[in-house]
């Protein structure tokens, strides 16, 4: 505890500079020293809510700085205001987010792009993302991914970003509505059930669910659900054979299970997901004995 007391009071916070922090998404323990000094030290702080925001700094003991709200809504006179504020003023300046880090996904890299273009220092105060922490647990390749942002209201222009998602060569990751979560999947299906899905929920609270497999597979876990809530994150692959669960290789050995003979089935789900023949064929025997 001495140390972290060592480290909290060597952090340093200038004037002049737009501070841009990430807060937690989910879990308040997942905020770091350096973003709550940071926010104690702050003149203003810029947020899309300020009720969101208030709470969240109450929820660490954090005297309210002056919250001013900048947001979707938020225009360029707006933002040259804020310029002028930095600027001249000797005041300490914090952009946030609801939740998560600021930029990705929402209106901040307007008013970074102005603070750049005026000359004004930026720097990033990172944590939590739900971007990057959807991409870790999918355990999808993440060494080349794309970022979609929302998939729109639109089930025509949806169908598009997702037939484009499914031409990619990399993982793409996509926001989702927990209300239209149920048509996007149906999409899915329609246009590629051979693909891999990760669909998350609740990242990094109590109720965290991670739902992975084919299309066909995560809707009939969805569909299982009374009520969704809460902002998801859809995590979409083409390479088929980058893991199937026993759990799913139980699933396809069950759906297909009166089709096929022991040996066709054995070489159809082995096809299908890159595991060996022999492997699937002993599990399809054990299941019959």
């Known amino acids: 505890m001495e140390q972290i007391s060592k480290t909290f009071n060597k952090i340093t916070v200038e004037s002049n500079i737009l501070y841009i922090i990430a807060t937690p998404i989910g879990n308040l323990g997942d905020i770091s020293l350096r973003a709550l000094k940071i926010l104690s030290s702050l003149d203003i702080l810029f947020c899309e809510d300020t009720r969101i925001t208030g709470k969240l700094l109450k929820n660490f003991g954090i005297k309210p700085v002056k919250l001013e709200v900048y947001n979707d809504h938020s225009n360029q006179k707006h933002r040259e205001l804020i310029i002028n504020k930095i600027k001249n003023s000797n005041f300490k300046f914090g952009l946030v ?17 102005e603070c750049i273009k005026n000359s004004i220092k930026i720097t990033h105060v990172p944590g939590a993302s739900s971007i990057t922490t959807s991409l870790v647990l999918s355990g999808l390749p993440s060494h080349n991914f794309f970022f979609g942002g929302f998939l729109e209201k639109s089930k025509i222009q949806r169908k598009k970003q997702l037939e484009n998602a499914l031409n990619l060569k990399s993982t793409s990751l996509w926001l989702e509505s927990p209300n239209r979560l149920i048509e996007t999947l149906k999409l899915m299906i329609e246009l590629n059930n051979e693909a891999l899905i990760s669909v998350m929920r609740e990242l990094t609270k109590l109720n965290e669910e991670i739902i992975n497999g084919s299309p066909s597979f995560v809707y009939d876990q969805i569909s299982k659900k ?16 980058s893991h199937y669960t026993n759990e799913m290789i139980l699933d396809l050995i069950k759906k297909d299970y009166s089709k096929f003979s022991t040996k066709e089935l054995a070489t159809y789900i082995s096809n299908k997901t890159g595991l060996p023949k022999k492997s699937i064929y002993n599990r399809i025997i054990e299941l019959k004995s």
């Open 97 to 113: 987010s609801d939740a998560g880090t600021p930029l990705l996904s929402d209106p901040g890299y307007k008013l970074v792009k």
């Open 226 to 241: 009374t009520k969704l809530k809460g902002e998801t994150v859809l995590v979409i692959s083409n390479n088929n054979q």
